[in-house]
């Protein structure tokens, strides 16, 4: 018989329909249908200037938006030939791994919430509320941050960030070591689980899979260390791996994974370069407002020892941060406030990076990029034509490849296990659609 599951299903998260073909329980053969949550993001990219599609790479895998943020801005500067500052690089790399922890501990909540353990959930869904926190002080937002920028990132970290990290973290070990009692050697689950949703590591590479899903099927290939960027090649960090690339092993490769991330967070703040945080600023402080009415009225002697102070949304765009999170770059990166409300080279290096028709404008080229996503390979190609927007912008989803592959994993097992192998795929809407 035929069974038709979702999209409406709660396990097919209301975007993915699958038409099954039953042999009694068994699935003998299965056909995914897919685009209920397509975006265009491709033709969305090409619509605006460079720094535009920022709020549209958030809404790829909106679980880990962070991540996207950065690959985007990693191809273009690379388009551009320019290099991001240490410390953002080390800002970036912290971030990330923030987030693969938030996207890791959905993943395997909420698989373990549909086999019913219920309060493995809870207890996963609040170890990332403090983790979604400490992206809020941060960014501004908890999911939808558009905090990178092309040649760095919107504002440095915030004071006290390192040690509300490091207390974060060690609340979140707690929570896994309950999750890893709860589940790791559980009758119930590991009966699920094990043995359900196998693909070989050369059916894997065949596919064209990666990440987590990949690394199951005993193949520890990672971008992070495959093709190092930002700074990670300065980490110590291992790449878990399975062996029987069955849903159990995913289950315990994503565990591990955040053991290893929260690793690389630690040895980032560790050894981040100093930064605006303990900067001693010289010279007056003057608000915004009276900046700008002084500046309209020429008043401008000792503006550039001014420092402006700015509402929350703008904290960390004034001169200290700015310098040490963006690259000296005047082509990509918009001035510091102080330049920008105080001296004419600063408003019109503003005006030319924002106005319509001039903006960033990278030589004729293209270049792909990619970075190693919580679902896997991560890449943009971005193609310039010269003009102040891009002519071409394509994203490379991880869990494209997988959900091509879902057949196959689905094949031989029975209804029951649909859930199970569905859940340890991670198929997040936004990223697979776009």
């Given amino acids: 018989m035929f ?7 709660p396990a097919m998260h ?49 679980v880990s938006p962070l991540i996207n943020n950065f690959g985007y801005c990693l191809a273009v500067e690379r388009l551009l030939g320019i290099q991001a500052t240490e410390r953002c690089q080390y800002i970036r790399v912290i971030m990330s791994e923030i987030s693969r922890i938030t996207d890791h501990l959905t993943c395997v909540g909420a698989s373990a919430m549909e086999l019913g353990a219920f309060t493995v959930f809870l207890y996963m869904i609040k170890a990332r509320e403090w983790l979604w926190e400490l992206v809020e002080a941060v960014t501004g937002a908890r999911l ?32 896994l ?37 990949l690394r199951g099927s005993g193949l520890a290939l990672d971008v992070r260390k495959a093709n190092p960027y930002f700074v990670y090649d300065r980490f110590r960090f291992d790449i878990p791996t399975g062996e029987h690339g069955d849903n159990y092993d995913r289950y315990l490769v994503r565990m591990e994974e955040m053991e290893q991330s929260m690793r690389i967070v630690e040895q980032a703040l560790a050894t981040i370069p100093s930064g605006p945080l303990n900067v001693d600023y010289q010279g007056n402080v003057l608000p915004a407002d009276v900046m700008v009415d002084e500046a309209k009225m020429g008043r401008v002697a000792g503006f550039k020892q001014a420092r402006v ?29 102080e330049d920008t409300y105080g001296n004419i080279e600063g408003l019109m290096n503003h005006f030319k990076l924002i106005m319509l028709g001039h903006g960033i404008r990278p030589t004729p080229g293209e270049h792909y990029s990619a970075v190693e996503g919580a679902n896997g390979e991560v890449g943009f190609y971005v193609m ?40 340890s795929v991670n198929m997040i809407g936004g990223e697979l659609d776009h």
Avoid: W
């Fill in 14 to 62: 209301g975007i993915i329909q699958l038409i099954v073909e039953l042999d009694g329980e068994r699935v003998v053969n299965s056909e995914v249908e897919i685009g209920y949550l397509h975006r265009a993001f491709e033709k969305h990219s090409e619509s605006g200037p460079y720094n535009n599609v920022m709020p549209y790479t958030d809404r790829l895998n909106y």
């Fill in 3 to 9: 069974l038709n599951i979702g999209p409406s299903h």
């Fill in 177 to 213: 070591l309950e999750c890893d009692a709860l589940l790791t050697r559980n009758r119930i689950f590991m009966d699920r689980m094990q043995g359900t949703g196998v693909i070989s590591k050369e059916r894997a590479v065949s596919y064209g899979i990666t990440g987590p899903f």
């Fill in 309 to 337: 102070t700015l509402d929350p949304t703008l904290e960390g765009s004034t001169r200290g941060p700015h310098d040490v999170v963006n690259a000296d770059e005047r082509r990509a990166v918009l001035p510091a406030k």
């Fill in 144 to 175: 939808t941050i558009s905090y990178g920028r092309v040649g760095g990132v919107k504002a440095d970290l915030p004071d006290g960030f390192a040690q509300r990290t490091k207390r974060a973290l060690e609340d979140v070990r707690k929570v």
């Fill in 384 to 423: 310039s034509d010269g003009s102040d927007r891009p002519y071409r912008v394509r994203v490379h989803p991880p869990c494209f490849p997988i959900m091509s592959a879902l057949p196959e994993l689905l094949a031989g097992d029975t209804v029951a296990d649909i859930v199970p192998t569905f859940g």
